[in-house]
């Protein structure tokens, strides 16, 4: 869209800028004793911005959005979306938004509640006077895990390890009914619902139904969306943009003018037809032993050879996963891809529990292994424990140790 023959393009990360006092506020924060202390240590925090949720031994939980935010003028109508015109003054940055007035929590709300969560989804409460930008991501991991924390009276290592590897997707609850109740001719559609008739929303790896489902959005989202912004913004869109919102919007509305030409049940009834015909030849024809963990396999690509087919088989590391893009056990992947659209992309690479009265109980798992070397046999030895949400001890100072390099000068 731009004359680049007329036209440069210049980019301004705040990160880069000369005041950047960063690592200044790490080592404040590592000195803290308090959460009073680590937030008045965060006031330093310059880039990236971050959410940082804090406890202490008081009973003091706060949440702080911490980093400097452009201030963008109220009459600068692109706020840092699309390029914008350098000579006009109104598109400039006009400082910062004072630390002071990020987004923070309700100090009496959340003693009330006696924790806080955050999971990328909007921070900006309404009628937040400033532009911190609109990439949020749908609530549905923030919501269940305030489920899960508010279900407990008393949290302890075992219930926080139960929520990390939650895969409950509210998102697939609230569409799950439109599903259920789409009639198709498909020779497999009688399977396909009878595996779907007691589905919870859980995306476990092992189970049909999510399958069933994720190609069943996805098709309907192409059909749906693809034909009114255009194939070739579509494409260039879908993956950046799951398009979820906008999904459940046209369904709930029975939207006529995102249907048309045919109505919106008859566009359900097609794309189930097409993810049918997708699983049919991928899978074959027995629906009840299709899984989901067979195309949402975790996909850690090794750079630079999982780019070279003959050494990827090697370096590649797979497994088999459960979850999807709104999962709090998060299993986000690109449907825009060709060869694997369905292959977990984005998840939980580290997990770890720790135990504050002692921290040798302390446990922690890693999505691949400690080595970088691919045939060492640490290189991958993680990820099964890792896919099923197990743990191995995190220690300073463990029963015995299985190797030791003496380094002598």
Not at 262 to 267: E, F, H, I, R, S
Not at 355 to 374: H, M, R, W
Request: some cysteine; charged content about 20%; glycine content about 8%.
């Amino acid at each position: 869209l731009l004359d680049l023959g007329r036209y440069v393009i210049a980019l301004r990360w705040s990160a880069l800028d000369a005041d950047n006092q960063t690592v200044v506020a790490g080592i404040h924060a590592n000195r803290a004793q308090s959460v009073d202390e680590l937030l008045a240590a965060y006031a330093h925090w310059h880039s990236p911005m971050q959410n940082a949720v804090a406890a202490d031994v008081t009973g003091r939980v706060a949440y702080k959005a911490i980093g400097k935010v452009p201030l963008r003028r109220a009459d600068n109508d692109i706020r840092g979306v699309a390029p914008s015109p350098g000579w006009d003054a109104r598109y400039d940055w006009a400082g910062r938004i004072p630390s002071a007035e990020t987004p923070q929590d309700d100090p009496a709300e959340t003693a009330r509640k006696g924790w806080h969560a955050t999971a990328n989804q909007r921070i900006t409460p309404p009628g937040y006077p400033h532009f911190m930008g609109q990439d949020w991501n749908d609530p549905y991991r923030f919501e269940r895990i305030e489920q899960l924390l508010a279900a407990t009276p008393r949290h302890d290592a075992v219930s926080m390890r139960s929520a990390h590897g939650d895969q409950r997707s509210l998102a697939t609850l609230r569409l799950l009914p439109t599903l259920q109740k789409t009639v198709s001719n498909h020779p497999l559609a009688g399977a396909a619902q009878a595996q779907l008739k007691d589905f919870d929303g859980v995306m476990r790896p092992e189970g049909a139904a999510p399958l069933v489902f994720a190609v069943w959005a996805d098709e309907l989202t192409r059909g749906l969306i693809a034909p009114r912004i255009g194939e070739a913004r579509f494409k260039a869109l879908y993956g950046k943009r799951q398009f979820r919102a906008a999904l459940e919007g046209i369904l709930e509305r029975n939207d006529t003018w995102w249907c048309a030409p045919k109505t919106c049940a008859a566009q359900s009834s097609d794309a189930l037809g097409r993810a049918l015909d997708r699983l049919q030849a991928q899978l074959g024809g027995d629906v009840a032993t299709w899984q989901w963990g067979q195309v949402h396999q975790a996909l850690s690509s090794h750079r630079p050879f999982g780019n070279v087919a003959a050494l990827a088989k090697f370096f590649d590391v797979r497994v088999p996963t459960g979850g999807d893009n709104f999962t709090v056990n998060v299993g986000q992947y690109w449907p825009n891809d060709p060869k694997v659209p369905f292959a977990n992309r984005h998840a939980a690479s580290l997990r770890a529990v720790y135990d504050l009265a002692d921290l040798e109980k302390s446990q922690f798992i890693y999505q691949t292994g400690q080595s970088g070397l691919v045939f060492s046999g640490r290189y991958n030895d993680m990820r099964a424990e890792w896919a099923a949400v197990t743990y191995r001890p995190l220690q300073l100072n463990p029963a015995t140790f299985r190797h030791t390099l003496q380094l002598t000068p």
